[in-house]
């Protein structure tokens, strides 16, 4: 295009006559088009056009009428090269250069002079030679354009733990269409047997460095190792990549570790014949857990028949695939889940979720979800305190049955919370009683050599204070921290599929709600300092 015309694309257009150089400022198509004085008296400076009239231009861009006016001396058109400017970012990533057009008969941009002007700045990383040739035979001008690039520096991944069986088999009753529940076959046991491959690690991978356009490497960090959790039971292969079961037995994924356990089975009724039962794996009876015995498993408890008012304690899970009779004094606490066909008159507590088709007059705590199925999903009388999420049919009965459902904070937190503010104390008086020791026995140290004896109580008193020091900071952050659970607890739901009746005492947080009337289809929830009732 004619040097003219791109000139009055610009709103202007400069000419050398016989009679002088001649500035056209042309009448703008709007605001934002209007010529800059300014940038014209650069460019004239740029062409070097000598003894120019400063006023001339002034004048010729007031009136931006299309009228050339003089501005110099009749002169030859100054031949000025192409300009190369480049231009690095601020991370050292990316080098550009901007090209301002020759004027005359100016030479154009080369890749000589793209280059060099990239060398100026620093750069001999990065350039993009394809593109410098390009920009050169093809130039666009007075854009930035990207013609060198660093690398940045990749991370390695970390590795990871792939296991090889089923680490969270969901406990879950089949329900029939004819609304029971089936609490029998639940395939609730992932079974293992010794030398069986349960889990390998995939090996992190290195970072890759990078480099910037001043050729500095740039450092990347290498992916961390995964480490196995690796519970009891289990052996890890010589290379540390596998793991393994070392024995017979059940899977059991617990505090994020895996562990295989031995279960011990008794084939008849937990009775006198058998007495109370203590097993560091899982416990299955066949038949029924007579009143007054106590099981405790270190892993889950599994139960066929009937439980009576017996205690039932397991590390893992625990499944009545019929239910409880506990007649006030039954007590089923699991680290895990509980699934049972119904409960009735006992004190259940879990550390996950409760799964049953009714619970009737019992003391519960529960540290996720309470999910009542089936035909009936019945909750009535007693104290239910839940985490997090309650499903049911009916809460409460038409008997007006006083049941109080507490739902938004796990209720072990509160518990918890108690005891480390009662023996947050006791560890004070701990420490107290150490350091007065302490300063007793070195203001006798000072003064002369001490005994044996009391260098010994000395160092016991040393080492106590140094335990309750540290237990003093574990207790408080960990208050610290249950403390702002229980402020931001309020998140609890109640989803009830058919009635909730009157007599139901409803807290979820601080909010507290009692039902006066019988509500059908509801979901329950705090709002603020109150319960709402909506629509499912």
């Given amino acids: 295009m004619p040097e003219d015309i791109i000139q009055k694309n610009k709103g202007f257009r400069i000419t050398y006559e016989k009679d002088g150089v001649f500035l056209t400022v042309f009448k703008p198509a709007d605001f934002l088009s209007k010529v800059n004085e ?4 650069n460019l004239i400076h740029r062409k070097r056009i000598r003894n120019y009239n400063a006023n001339s231009v002034t004048e010729a861009v007031r009136k931006s009428d299309g009228v050339p006016v003089k501005i110099a001396e009749a002169q030859e058109e100054a031949r000025v090269d192409a300009v190369v400017e480049a231009i690095i970012s601020q991370d050292k990533m990316r080098g550009f250069v901007k090209l301002i057009p020759p004027e005359g ?7 000589e002079a ?3 002007a990239l060398y100026s700045k620093g750069v001999v990383f990065g350039m993009k030679e394809d593109k410098i040739r390009e920009l050169a035979a093809k130039p666009v001008y007075n854009q930035e354009v990207l013609v060198a690039e660093g690398i940045p520096p990749e991370n390695g991944k970390n590795g990871e733990v792939r296991y090889l069986v089923d680490v969270k088999k969901e406990r879950k009753p089949t329900i029939n269409e004819d609304g029971t529940v089936n609490y029998k076959d639940m395939d609730l046991i992932e079974n293992i047997t010794k030398g069986q491959k349960l889990a390998e690690l995939i090996p992190p991978t290195p970072g890759r460095n990078g480099k910037n356009l001043m050729g500095t490497e740039l450092k990347a960090v290498d992916g961390k190792p995964a480490i196995f959790p690796k519970g009891r039971n289990v052996v890890v292969s010589a290379d540390g990549m596998e793991l393994y079961a ?3 037995g059940q899977l059991l994924f617990a505090d994020g570790k895996i562990s295989v356990f031995a279960t011990h089975e008794v084939k008849a009724d937990v009775d006198n014949s058998t007495g109370n039962i203590k097993f560091i794996g899982n416990v299955s009876v066949r038949g029924n857990v007579l009143a007054g015995f106590e099981i405790e498993a270190g892993g889950n408890i599994e139960v066929d028949g009937v439980v009576e008012g017996a205690i039932l304690r397991a590390g893992g899970n625990i499944i009545l695939k019929r239910g409880m009779h506990g007649n006030g004094k039954g007590v089923l ?4 889940d509980i699934v049972s066909k119904y409960i009735e008159s006992a004190t259940v507590e879990a ?11 019992c003391d519960v705590k529960c540290g996720n979800k309470l999910l009542l199925e089936g035909r009936k999903g019945l909750l009535v009388g007693g104290t239910t305190r839940v985490g997090n999420l309650v499903e049911l049919k009916s809460l409460g009965s038409p008997m007006y049955t006083t049941t109080t459902l507490e739902v938004g904070v796990d209720p072990h937190l509160r518990e918890r919370l108690k005891f480390l503010k009662t023996d947050i104390v006791n560890m004070e008086e701990g420490l107290l009683k150490a350091n007065q020791a302490i300063a007793v026995l070195n203001k006798m140290k000072n003064s002369s050599e001490l005994s044996m004896e009391k260098r010994e109580i ?9 335990f309750y020091e540290n237990k003093l900071q574990e207790y408080k952050r960990e208050i610290a921290e249950i403390e702002e659970i229980l402020q931001q607890g309020a998140n609890g739901r109640i989803k009830v599929y058919g009635s909730a009746y009157p007599g139901v005492r409803v807290a979820i947080g601080n909010s507290v709600l009692y ?21 499912l």
């Fill in 333 to 336: 606490i699991a680290g895990g």
């Fill in 458 to 466: 000395l160092a016991k008193s040393t080492r106590a204070r140094f």
């Fill in 38 to 41: 300014n940038d014209l008296l």
């Fill in 114 to 116: 793209i280059v060099q």
């Fill in 515 to 535: 039902i006066k009337q019988e509500t059908q289809y509801c979901s329950l929830y705090s709002d603020g300092a109150d319960v709402r009732v909506g629509p």
């Fill in 351 to 361: 550390r996950g979720n409760i799964r049953a088709e009714a619970i009737m007059h």
């Fill in 105 to 111: 008969d100016g030479t154009p941009p080369t890749v």
């Fill in 246 to 248: 070392d024995i017979d």
